[in-house]
């Protein structure tokens, strides 16, 4: 048996493995140095696949030159690239770094100068890396069409390998990697990974030793190499097929993310999830295609094309939010389509290529650049204009565009049935299904879609809600008002300047503006304070009020560039205190930032979003000890309204000290007495703050043993759990995240 198929087989899961960790390493480290906003997103993942396209294609040109000199110079390019990529490892989170300390002294968050900066600063590093990274599959063809001559299946085979160590990379990262060692040592773990991979690859010349000048293995290494046309496609149609389904496919993934949220929730582990299956079933379709490319069979272009069209619309028709809530399905839904671009990619580069180098690398990139305008495309135009339905349907109707272009010559029975029930399900689609955007799901529903999220606001009176991609944020309780005014009162004196981050339903930025001077609002999602009006008929008139403000813009970001002091700042994080990114609200890192910002007298109010069903100790103890390594003084509360069991966390640089019921409401201006007892049915003051200040607990009763438990950007110990959770015994290795003091 030829050894050289297999170990370049093996290089390949692990520079797939190795892709993938940096991809989700790097835009984590993006989001905490820039913000989690949409354009930190676009640009990072634009870049990427950007790179991955110039790659390809100038490796591509490069391969070609390489193969003319001999096995030995393909598999050397190919081993010095793996190195160069390792480099990575290190250069990107130092260029995010300076780059970040360079922005702050570049013009307003808003300003054209600071997205353009900050665009520069992501896109440079990541688009360098990248490119290094596409180029790997030519350079690896051209040794494999120097040593095993007339061989034209070598693309499909280094793809199936890639794709298995992406699904790899996908669940390890998130399961072990990141909770047991931080983003940082992820990295290096993924940098040996190609130190590795680049030195086998020096090795590979010495397997190819004594076959390149081999007439009779060539011969017999061709003759079942061959890759028959079975697509009935021409050379322009596959490519254009290429860029489609690199286009949809991606376009469908942000479309997914969107839908499938108030199923699978927003914890890391759903997106993991979403992903590990996505690339399982897209490395299993294109094992099926290398084992009929192996029998000479492989399927018709119109048959793959007609099971792409009924495929690509289960994940919608099989989802609809009023039948179901089964995250198997959903997982379940989203297997044909991705086996399908498993099946149907490497055989349309194979056809194209037919194993030489620069082909692949052409016909590569241009499924990339669909990979690169399709997230663009759904997540700035069709998801806010048209919604998740409509972007779904819209994709899935690119496939019998096509079916009809390639005029099969005959309409077997498979390809009719499949494109039978793929308007049957387009129907369904369009007129029957329903997703968490449709108004119809609730009485009295308005519904608001931007770039970044779906918001969905109904009820009435005390009982409205909001939904932010189907997934329940904020109600109308007092514990969203005593957020403002409770903080305040450990103050002697009226705040000049309050700040409040995550507005939610405009509560606590409503009663904030009760006690005067400026209040500023921040959230990310444009379509939550566009939805103020909706659950307060005065929203007008508090935006009125002088020195109120809401800014669009993530709150670690809006914290960093801002050279305002604030008395108060006061976080009321998304739900659940598990989500994915929620961490960055969390860390040591932030409020060190925080801290910069308040005044001499100002003071922090984090809330904790626990519930009577958060049964997590750990990481409610881990968030208060952070908190308590930035400031000197920590003062905790219960919540206490049922059956909200979270805690205020007051902490601030001088010493707190919660006043008396008479001095507390002495302290409050009248028209935030009026506001706090809006909703308390003609409980006095003297009844009400009784029941709030004598909720205090002792801060050693929620501190840690381990003193270095908490939270950090590289150790988002509040997001990844499934170690601890699983694994009995010791467990220092994974709660040791804070440095010692």
């Not at 991955?52 to 070609?64: E, H, P, T």
């Not at 665009?119 to 599959?137: E, H, K, N, R, S």
């Not at 040996?192 to 690859?201: E, H, K, P, R, S």
């Amino acid at each position: 048996m030829n050894p050289i198929r297999p170990v370049a087989f093996l290089l390949f899961v692990v520079s797939g493995f190795c892709g993938l960790v940096y991809q989700i390493v790097w835009l984590r480290l993006a989001f905490a140095a820039f913000g989690i906003v949409t354009p930190v997103l676009s640009v990072l993942l634009s870049a990427f696949m950007a790179g991955l396209a110039l790659g390809s294609w100038l490796g591509g040109k490069l391969a070609r030159n390489l193969q003319a000199r001999g096995a030995a110079a393909g598999a050397i390019g190919y081993g010095l690239v793996e190195w160069g990529i390792a480099v990575g490892a290190v250069a990107v989170p130092w260029a995010f770094t300076t780059g970040e300390q360079s922005l702050l002294t570049v013009g307003d968050w808003s300003s054209g100068s600071y997205m353009t900066t900050s665009a520069l600063i992501i896109a440079g590093p990541i688009v360098v890396f990248a490119t290094l990274m596409g180029a790997t599959f030519p350079l690896m063809m051209a040794f494999l069409r120097a040593a095993m001559p007339g061989e034209e299946r070598t693309f499909s085979h280094l793809y199936l390998g890639n794709v298995i160590g992406a699904m790899l990379g996908a669940a390890t990262t998130a399961m072990v990697l990141v909770e047991s060692l931080g983003f940082r040592d992820t990295l290096l773990v993924a940098a040996a990974g190609n130190v590795l991979i680049g030195g086998g690859a020096m090795l590979l010349p010495m397997l190819a030793r004594g076959r390149t000048n081999d007439a009779a293995a060539a011969v017999a290494d061709a003759a079942p190499a061959v890759v028959p046309i079975a697509t009935g496609l021409t050379p322009r149609l596959r490519l254009w097929l290429l860029f489609a389904t690199g286009f949809t496919s991606m376009a469908m993934e942000v479309a997914w993310t969107r839908a499938f949220t108030p199923i699978l929730y927003t914890t890391i582990y759903a997106f993991a999830a979403v992903l590990t299956v996505y690339l399982a079933a897209t490395w299993i379709g294109s094992a099926i295609y290398r084992r009929h490319l192996r029998r000479g069979t492989p399927a018709s272009g119109a048959t793959v094309l007609a099971l792409l069209f009924v495929s690509s619309l289960l994940p919608l028709v099989l989802n609809d939010p009023a039948v179901h809530e089964s995250v198997t399905i959903v997982l379940l839904s989203i297997v044909p389509i991705s086996a399908l671009l498993g099946y149907l990619t490497p055989q349309l580069i194979d056809e194209h290529a037919r194993g030489e180098p620069a082909g692949a690398g052409f016909a590569y990139a241009v499924n990339v650049l669909g990979c690169i305008l399709g997230p663009l495309l759904a997540g700035y135009v069709l998801l806010p204009e048209v919604g998740v339905k409509w972007t779904l349907l819209l994709s899935a109707a690119v496939y019998p565009l096509f079916l009809l272009a390639a005029r099969p010559e005959r309409a077997n029975t498979l390809w009719r049935a499949a494109t039978t029930a793929g308007l049957l399900a387009l129907g369904l689609g369009a007129f029957v299904v329903r997703t968490h955007e449709d108004p119809s799901l609730h009485e009295g529903c308005e519904v608001r879609r931007d770039h970044v999220a779906t918001v969905v606001s109904f009820g009435e009176g005390r009982d409205k809600r909001m939904l932010v991609n189907g997934v329940g944020i904020t109600t109308l309780t007092p514990l969203t008002k005593v957020m403002a005014h409770m903080p305040l009162i450990m103050r002697e004196t009226p705040p000049e300047s309050t700040l409040v981050i995550c507005f939610g339903m405009g509560t606590t930025f409503r009663s904030l503006t009760t006690w005067g001077g400026r209040t500023t609002a921040v959230d990310l999602v444009p379509s939550v304070p566009a939805a103020f009006g909706y659950y307060w008929d005065d929203a007008a008139e508090v935006l009125a009020r002088p020195g109120a403000r809401i800014v669009v813009d993530d709150g670690r970001r809006f914290l960093k560039r801002t050279t305002e002091k604030f008395d108060l700042v006061t976080i009321d994080p998304p739900p659940p205190v598990e989500a994915g990114g929620s961490s960055l609200l969390y860390s040591q890192e932030f409020y060190e930032i925080l801290r910069q910002r308040l005044s001499p007298t100002g003071l922090l109010a984090q809330w904790y979003p626990a519930t009577a069903a958060d049964d997590n100790e750990l990481i409610k103890q881990a968030v208060v000890n952070t908190v308590s390594r930035v400031f000197r003084h920590v003062v905790v509360f219960r919540a206490y309204e049922p059956p909200h069991v979270g805690l205020h966390v007051f902490a601030a640089d001088w010493e707190i000290v919660p006043p008396s019921v008479e001095v507390a409401i002495a302290r409050m201006p009248e028209a935030a007495r009026k506001d706090l007892l809006e909703w308390t049915d003609g409980m006095p003051l003297q009844a009400a703050w009784p029941l709030a200040l004598g909720q205090r607990i002792e801060l050693e009763d929620v501190m840690p043993e381990n003193d270095r438990l908490g939270i950090t950007d590289d150790r988002p110990f509040n997001e990844y759990f499934l170690l601890r959770r699983w694994l009995t015994g010791p467990r220092d290795w994974l709660e040791n995240t804070l440095p010692p003091r």
